[in-house]
């Protein structure tokens, strides 16, 4: 007897809907931890709304990650209870996104953001979000103490929220002080910086941290294991961002929904640090006088000298490379956990395991770098719980890698 066919939308649709219903209750979860400290009724409605109006909006693709990576693992549907502690994890992915999101929004000054006023925007809000922003994150660690303190891996999700959280301060750092909006200056750009802006801002948060959420979750415990999944997620952490600097400036808005401004905010993306290795003379003194001017003539200027320069069909040759470089690495995971190395001291990677490649195959002077990265929070052994438990799958990178490619928004 045949296995009925599942009909992938309908499951990511009743998964949304399952993760936004346990949403309700860590809210309430949180706002009651606010009428148990005995706060005046106007900070609790306060925090509801703080919480609500930054939290559940976005497209979840970050917090749900960690429930279809827990469920690929396990290779089965999960129960109520795995359901609901893997949308915990999620949601604590979710918190740290707004927590960003709120803050950066600040340092940005921008206007709107998911279609809605920024929370400082917001009328009565103003310089509150900073703090505003701290009680996110804090409702992280509250969420973590409650339903995983128990948990062996418990000491593990911790690690995993602080080392991530750091890495994309860092990330947010470069960026701030590379292209701020209020002095342009090309000279500061280079791939070098864009690849760190990449990896440390967004790469880190929205790739390897949810598939090591449900990893750690699922009784994944080998350092091998997080080296392997971290040389893969990176770069497709960075394709994904390449793609979005190459939609915002050559997708439409009807088919990205939003209209690009990466060339009038200055932004050092992927497009403006090619055309500044291939530029000659005169080109590239149009870039200097036409880059991060709020004038759309200029950005008119600036998007001819990108369509000289054949910045389009570059990227379209980058993105088939990475494609399949990154489906070679997908394909060389091992899958029998009878395989997965112990995590103890002796059985620990050499440091030359922990080099990832830039996977930008654009073969320009100074176009290739490979950054150290640290690959882990390493296993402690004295925990006793250092042997995994199930196994690595293939799958788990393969769901990220397509719903991506060629992407169009």
């Known amino acids: 007897m045949s296995t009925p066919t599942v009909d992938p939308k309908a499951k990511a649709a009743e998964t949304k809907k399952r993760f936004l219903d346990v949403w309700q209750k860590l809210e309430e979860e949180l706002v009651d931890l606010m009428k148990k400290h005995s706060m005046p009724e106007d900070a609790t409605e306060w925090y509801r709304k703080n919480l609500n109006y930054n939290t559940p909006w976005g497209k979840l693709n970050r917090g749900i990650s960690v429930v279809d990576t827990y469920e690929i693992l396990q290779g089965r549907t999960l129960t109520d209870e ?22 950066d929004d600040m340092m940005d000054a921008s206007i709107t953001r998911r279609g809605q006023p920024c929370w400082y925007r917001v009328p009565h809000v103003g310089n509150i979000a900073i703090n505003d922003s701290f009680m996110l994150e804090a409702a992280i660690y509250h969420l973590l103490k409650v339903h995983f303190r128990q948990e062996k891996c418990y000491a593990y999700l911790l690690e995993l929220f602080l080392e991530t959280t750091f890495k994309t301060e860092i990330g947010q750092l470069i960026d701030l002080i590379t292209a701020p909006e209020e002095e342009v200056d090309l000279s500061k750009f280079s791939l070098k910086k864009h690849q760190l802006i990449v ?6 948060y ?16 080998s350092d091998s294991a997080y080296a392997t999944a971290l040389s893969i997620l ?3 952490g960075e394709y994904f961002q390449i793609q979005d600097d190459y939609l915002d400036c050559f997708g439409t808005p009807e088919q990205i929904g939003k209209i690009g401004t990466d060339i009038l905010d200055n932004k050092c993306s992927w497009n403006i640090n090619i055309a500044l290795q291939k530029a000659n003379e005169k080109q590239r003194k149009i870039l200097d006088e036409n880059y991060g001017k709020k004038d759309s003539a200029c950005e008119a200027r600036v998007k001819e000298v990108f369509n000289e320069l054949q910045i389009e069909p570059l990227y379209k040759e980058y993105e088939q490379k990475t494609y399949e470089t990154l489906n070679k ?3 060389a995971v091992p899958e029998d956990v009878a395989s997965t190395v112990s995590s103890s001291p002796a059985s620990t990677p050499p440091r030359s395991t922990c080099m990832y490649t830039s996977l930008t195959i654009v073969n320009f002077q100074n176009a290739q770098y490979e950054p150290m990265m640290e690959p882990f929070p390493l296993t402690i052994p004295n925990l006793g719980n250092d042997k995994d438990t199930i196994g690595l799958k293939r799958e788990v990178f393969r769901s990220f890698l397509n719903k991506i490619y060629k992407r169009q928004k």
């Open 329 to 331: 690495l997908i394909d």
């Open 234 to 236: 990176i770069p497709i």
């Open 82 to 103: 795995e359901f609901f502690k893997a949308s915990v994890l999620g949601w604590c992915v979710e918190l740290l996104q707004a927590f960003f999101l709120v803050s």
């Open 199 to 204: 990896i440390y801002k967004t790469a880190y």
């Open 206 to 221: 929205s790739f390897y941290l949810p598939v090591a959420l449900g990893m750690r979750y699922a009784g994944i415990n």
